[in-house]
């Protein structure tokens, strides 16, 4: 279940080059090649969407590690890599070394998409280390891990089987390894086992994928995710002092209707260190009033923020009232927009 860090190579390519050779037409590379339709290279392709259970379901489904970072799309096109985020911000200058690894690749054009991870040495990701790594400019330690391809070399391969276009995708990037880049493996073994595991990793949990299942760009059920324990994102409106610093941060989501409304407040996980973090990162946002439609009266002073950073936060429950129970915070996330926060539901499928 410990993902194994990658292996070091030399730094020897100092620009975005992208590899002379191709991978032909034999093996499983060439095979799906063959089978995919064969389309112009896609601007722009939408990132297949996952949704929350509650249990497993029924059927044939392929499970990996839910990786705690942020969700990345490649495009390689000749020379150039372009890193995209999940919501299609250009990320490649923020992630220049992980760029430069994966125009090595021996494609002459490629859709990947994966997870950009901070990993310790035992190669467990950790979250809160994403944001402080991107503000200091200091990615070149990040990795990708890649789990899917939905294009390759001139053929669309969102309409061919999930089976298929990670079997080239595992094939690809086996034949050239590369720094900083890995394979999302599938794991063999029962799925509640598997959380058991994750759970003792301190993992966030494990995502599930449905056999034969299309790369749709929608949240159609054919990817779904399963946690160890409740973590969701919260758009930051507010925080409270003491004499050390920042002593907690006041949560809010969007509704049905759109509103902004109060989720708690969150003072577990900042530490001091965090805490020094925080008052950089938020002080900036500071306003006038509130942006909630229900501001809380917590009976001393708060600092109201603009509603536009957006953080994680585990936590045991929502109250009946929608507040979080026992929250702790992880850390604060630049890859999504404070707009489109709200709340996920639990779908069980059958």
Known sequence: MVIKPLASLRRKHRIFSSAEHSTGNQGPVGEIVMAGKKVPMPERISPQLVSMVTKPPAGIWHWETKLDGYRILARIDGPIVQLFTKNGHDWTKKL?????????????????????????????????????????????????????????????????????????????????????????????????????????????????KRGGSLYTGERDGSWIKLKCWNRAEFVIVGLTRSAAGISSLLLGVHDDAGRLVYAGRVSSGIDRISAQFLSVSLVHLAREGSALCNPPQLGRDIVWLEPLQVCEVQFAELTPAGKVRHPVFIGLRDDKPAAGISLETDTDLP
């Open 96 to 208: 220049r070394r992980i760029a430069k690894s994966l125009a090595r690749l021996p494609v002459h054009s490629a859709w990947l998409d994966g997870e950009v991870v901070f990993q310790q040495e035992d190669g467990i990701p950790v979250f809160h280390m994403l944001k402080p790594a991107f503000d200091a400019g200091q990615t070149d330690d990040l990795h990708y891990a890649i789990f899917d391809m939905p294009y390759l070399n001139g053929a669309d391969l969102r309409g061919e089987p999930l089976e298929l276009r990670r079997q080239a995708l595992e094939a690809l990037l086996d034949c050239c390894p590369l720094e900083q880049i890995r394979f999302s493996p599938s794991l063999d073994a029962d799925p509640l086992q598997l959380l058991a595991n994750c759970a003792r990793l301190g993992l966030e949990g494990i995502v599930g």
